[in-house]
């Protein structure tokens, strides 16, 4: 919106007297919904900080590309298989001699006894594994199976987080205490730990569970909901810890005095005044911990504690691949390299947007 | 002092217990009953009675976790459900020195490592230096230890493979050799998962070391000890580093918190006989007892890290006051 003006301030600080320049910046304010109109001087704050911010992003090279390779990622994830499933012509099986059709072997979980360990080739665009399994395939739903993790996790970790954080921030008390109390456990203990123990004594009894769910249940998938399960709950204390502090600050600020004295209900300051205060810490913190939410799910599944087989996760498919490392290293590279990718390029989405929303967290 | 430390304690106790009891909690929660699997085909109505006796099953589970408890202090861990005759500690204490020996070089790696680094980035801040190295720094924070794990083995074969096996750096890239022995060929197994095990402490420290290392360096007695003319070494060593190291002190409890953890993935991708690797197998047999011990003892490890820590701090840092 008004981009070229902000720079134009420090440089002209005459402008700030000029009549007709006010006027305007206070309307332009009003648009883009600063939540205190009344109290900031237009000034001081010319533009809304969230365009400010998302400015700032846009320039970070860095953090552009990466979620420009996590879309791509995300897109490959959802329509890949299908479109996968619907390339190639008719195959004659040498194993049991049926034809089969591309929607048979581009599954991740067909096996074509004959053709294992291939390298790339028409048929399979990345080769096959050691039970003759499209690794493209594998691969693909492997990253399916990774987003859908981390955005069930993310869910869990911003409601609850939001929740007890805000409620512990602008009450204090007892929710307070229980908030410090527990953070300071799942500091103490290393999550990693709690997700092993769990998913090594009652990962069998969630299978026998979680199995009838549908769709999400099937294909050795139903230990995921048990897995990201503990994910969430060993993520959520940051997250409600960041919101706490976030909301202990807001708490104090005029505009929130100011909708008290109005005689606004707490629940009202809360859901409209404080709530959607906290959309940049959120945001960052929630992408930062997608990266170690994939981290966690794909470790888990390799140390064959979370997806079973026939399922496909980057973590299985390296646990699988390990064992031929010396024979055909390019099954175990593919998955530890697109692994290597999504976490980095979360990492650096995260880092881009707490640069841009605070700026003077940057050295 | 004494006061800090009796508190400490207290706390450290109410963590240990209530480690102890979510996992005793889960073991007699688990699903099977441990001694018919145990007993397998001997399995008569008798037998069963005698047996559940003699692991003291037949208590009522507030007698078994005293029990438990009392056992614990007294470094008992308390019966195999997999091997018969075994006990924990025999089957756990193989592993412990090497968990040890890996664990203590990596921690030591990370210091000697990952401080210089963050502090030669400070040093020459915003030039090449510094963004190269922090890039590839973060890359290792990020990267997940069993990913750098792979890429470290496929690159040791490759360099076999393109040396034809003569260099002489014919690396296995599984096995571990005698514990605390260092002959070459008990080298050659160590060095690269060490390696792998350090990475994310090295870069964590690095990371860490250098924005630490750059405030200091902003501070007024910088300025002014720059300003009565004392030679630049002298201004960095002596008055910079220094205070640069307090909060450093402070993160060996989460770095101990990351080598529990990465000791699963770097014991079993470089197949280390080491306590994770035993927790592994136990939780694959559904050993209880055993899981039970490792989760206790690696909780233990990083509550005492933690301690460790906020001792060193008060330490190094004789403004802070113990309370």
Not at chain 1, 333 to 346: D, K, N, T
Not at chain 2, 57 to 70: A, F, I, M, S, T
Not at chain 2, 135 to 147: E, Q, R, S, T
Request: aromatic share 10%; net charge neutral; with cysteine.
């Amino acid at each position: 919106m008004d981009t070229r003006k902000d720079p134009q301030q420090p440089v002209a600080p005459g402008a700030m007297f000029s009549p007709s320049l006010e006027p305007e910046m206070l309307s332009l304010d009003q648009a883009a919904g600063m939540p205190v109109p009344a109290e900031v001087t237009p000034a001081q704050k010319p533009s809304s900080p969230l365009r400010d911010s998302l400015r700032r992003l846009r320039r970070d090279v860095r953090a552009m590309v990466s979620l420009g390779i996590i879309l791509f990622f995300v897109l490959v994830a959802l329509i890949g298989p299908p479109i996968y499933q619907h390339i190639g012509g008719p195959y004659v099986s040498n194993v049991n001699g049926l034809t089969l059709s591309p929607a048979d072997y581009h599954n991740y979980y067909h096996e074509e006894l004959d053709r294992q360990d291939e390298g790339p080739s028409a048929q399979y665009w990345l080769g096959t594994d050691q039970l003759g399994r499209d690794i493209l395939a594998r691969l693909m739903q492997g990253v399916l199976i990774s987003l859908f993790v981390a955005l069930f996790v993310e869910v869990l970790d911003i409601t609850l987080g939001i929740t007890v954080g805000v409620l512990a921030g602008y009450y204090g008390g007892l929710i307070d205490q229980f908030l410090a109390r527990f953070t300071d456990l799942m500091f103490a203990f290393p999550g990693l730990l709690l997700i092993i123990l769990v998913s090594g004594i009652f990962g069998q009894s969630a299978d026998a569970v979680f199995s009838h769910v549908p769709i999400i249940g099937a294909n050795g998938n139903a230990r995921l909901l048990l897995v990201g399960l503990i994910l969430a709950i060993t993520a959520w204390p940051l997250m409600a810890r960041y919101v706490r502090g976030q909301t202990l600050q807001l708490k104090e600020q005029q505009f929130i005095e100011a909708a008290r004295t109005a005689g606004t209900t707490n629940l009202r300051i809360i859901l409209r005044h404080i709530i959607p205060n906290l959309f940049s810490i959120v945001v960052v913190a929630s992408t930062l911990n997608i990266s170690v939410t994939i981290v966690g799910e794909s470790g888990i599944s390799l140390l064959g504690l979370g997806v079973q087989q026939p399922g496909s996760s980057i973590g299985l498919m390296i646990s699988d691949a390990t064992q031929n490392i010396d024979t055909y290293p390019w099954e175990v590279l593919v998955p530890c390299i697109v692994l290597a990718i999504i976490v980095l390029c979360f990492s650096f989405l995260g880092d881009g947007l707490r640069d841009a929303f605070d700026p003077r967290s940057k050295d | 002092m004494i006061q800090f430390l009796v508190k400490r304690f207290v706390g450290l106790l109410f963590v240990v217990i209530g480690v102890t009891f979510i996992t005793f909690v889960m073991g007699i929660n688990a699903p099977g009953d441990p001694i018919v699997q145990l007993l397998g085909q001997h399995y008569t109505p008798q037998a069963y009675a005698a047996l559940k006796h003699a692991y003291g099953l037949d208590l009522p589970w507030w007698q078994q976790y005293l029990n438990y408890l009392h056992n614990l202090f007294t470094f008992n861990f308390g019966l195999s459900y997999e091997y018969p005759n075994r006990s924990v500690w025999d089957i756990l204490s193989s592993g412990v020195p090497v968990s040890l020996e890996l664990g203590l070089w990596a921690l030591l790696l990370q210091l000697i490592i990952g401080i210089p680094l963050g502090i030669l980035s400070a040093l020459r801040a915003n030039t090449w230096i510094d963004t190269t190295n922090m890039g590839i720094m973060l890359a290792l924070y990020a990267i997940p230890v069993f990913v750098l794990a792979v890429f470290v083995q496929v690159f040791i074969l490759w360099l076999d493979n393109i040396t034809g096996g003569s260099s002489g750096i014919n690396w296995p890239v599984a096995q571990w050799g005698v514990p605390w022995h260092y002959g070459w060929s008990d080298i050659q197994f160590k060095i690269a998962p060490i390696l792998v095990y350090a990475a994310t402490g090295v870069a964590y420290y690095a990371r860490l070391s250098r924005t630490t290392m750059m405030e200091v360096l902003r501070q007024d007695y910088v300025r002014t000890a720059r300003a009565k003319g004392l030679r630049e070494r002298v201004v960095i060593y002596r008055h910079a580093l220094r205070n640069a190291m307090i909060p450093l002190v402070t993160i060996l409890g989460v770095t101990i918190g990351f080598l529990v953890t990465g000791a699963f993935f770097i014991e079993r991708i470089f197949n280390i006989p080491g306590i994770a690797n035993i927790t592994l197998t136990s939780i694959y047999s559904r050993d209880y007892p055993v899981i039970q011990a490792t989760t206790v003892l690696l909780a233990v490890a990083v509550v005492l890290g933690n301690l460790i820590s906020d001792l060193l701090y008060t330490a190094v840092d004789p403004r802070i006051k113990i309370q």
